[in-house]
């Protein structure tokens, strides 16, 4: 880094509101781009650069720039891209799910009340997880973090993070082995 964006920095840091301001006008537009390239959605775009730029002025004095502030700017801008499309591709695919199981046919209800109770019993399973390796789970199954992104998220190792979901894993078969029949006779019934 160059001695003025050092000084930029620590200006920053210390909560220099001016600093912050030329920071925003420098940076403000290539960013909207930048972003735009990834959500095909300028106010998108827009908001995420915006919420950048929160962040940025939230966590001031706890901000570590070992290049410079254009590159920090742009891979807190790819990161919150990157972190908008996982989620909308969750909400998606939670979307697609919720819409498949409201179509099922089914003239008795047989069927309906049977994946509502195998539901219940997968909520009630999940739920009677320790605390710890419910999150982990939640965020590798729901939100389908890798490994490494958990470990990061938690401050964790990746390792204690695998030993969560096989704890996980271990405990969910053991309470859900009454239903493994029905689950496989559901599968079997949709494909």
Not at 74 to 90: E, G, M, P, S, W
């Amino acid at each position: 880094m160059i001695l003025s964006e050092i000084e930029t920095v620590e200006a920053l840091q210390q909560g220099n509101a001016v600093v912050f301001e030329k920071i925003f006008k420098n940076y403000y537009e290539s960013l909207c781009n930048y972003a735009n390239s990834f959500t095909s959605d300028m106010d998108e775009a827009e908001e995420i650069v915006q919420t950048t730029f929160i962040t940025l002025w939230e966590k001031r004095s706890q901000i570590d720039i070992h290049t410079s502030m254009k590159s920090y700017l742009y891979q807190a801008v790819r990161n919150q891209c990157l972190n908008k499309i996982k989620h909308d591709q969750v909400k998606q695919t939670h979307f697609e799910y919720i819409t498949y199981q409201n179509n099922i046919e089914s003239p008795d209800g047989y069927q309906n009340m049977i994946g509502k109770e195998l539901d219940e019993m997968i909520n009630v399973s999940i739920n009677s997880l320790p605390p710890q390796c419910r999150t982990v789970f939640m965020l590798s199954r729901f939100d389908n973090y890798s490994y490494a992104e958990i470990a990061k998220q938690l401050n964790l190792s990746v390792k204690t993070i695998e030993n969560h979901m096989g704890k996980a894993l271990r405990i969910m078969r053991t309470q859900l082995i009454d239903y493994l029949p029905l689950i496989v006779w559901l599968l079997y019934i949709h494909s």
